[in-house]
């Protein structure tokens, strides 16, 4: 029997996490090196997303609509926001165990976001693991320590 779709987006999340968590402990050997780590990084960025440029060009992939634009430009805006307080807060020291524990918090947010202002349910189970997700990231975090 075939996996659904669903699980291989989530084994597709983790693979993301697992890079993501690579990339900041790369950073943090790139400054201890000396080597210009955003300097090299804006470079990697540019060269990310030309080819992928490059192919939205070649299959001739429309444009959103003049109205779904800004929707576009703010989740573009977000996502770049997130990645560089991300990779900030792991230039200034703080341990990237850390970082990516108290990333989990968007869950939390996404959750909440989605009961207010999409007026999605927040069932039981809903609940209880986002409680479990703050106990962890706290724990992982340790305040205070």
């Not at 800004?70 to 970082?99: E, H, T, Y």
Request: charged share 15%; proline share 6%; hydrophobic share 55%.
């Amino acid at each position: 029997m075939a996996a659904p779709l669903a699980a291989y987006g989530m084994l597709l999340l983790v693979f993301r996490g697992v890079l993501h968590t690579l990339q900041l402990s790369l950073g943090r050997a790139m400054k201890d090196w000396e080597w210009p780590y955003f300097r090299l990084m804006s470079m990697v960025c540019v060269f990310a997303c030309l080819p992928i440029a490059l192919v939205l060009v070649a299959l001739k992939t429309p444009l959103p609509e003049p109205g779904h634009r800004k929707w576009v430009l703010l989740r573009g805006l977000f996502g770049a926001g997130s990645f560089f307080c991300s990779i900030l807060a792991a230039q200034l020291d703080a341990p990237v165990g850390d970082v990516e524990a108290l990333r989990s918090v968007n869950m939390i947010a996404a959750a909440l976001l989605g009961r207010f202002l999409l007026d999605e349910e927040l069932h039981k189970v809903t609940v209880l693991a986002l409680g479990c997700s703050i106990a962890g990231a706290v724990l992982i975090s340790q305040p205070g320590c």
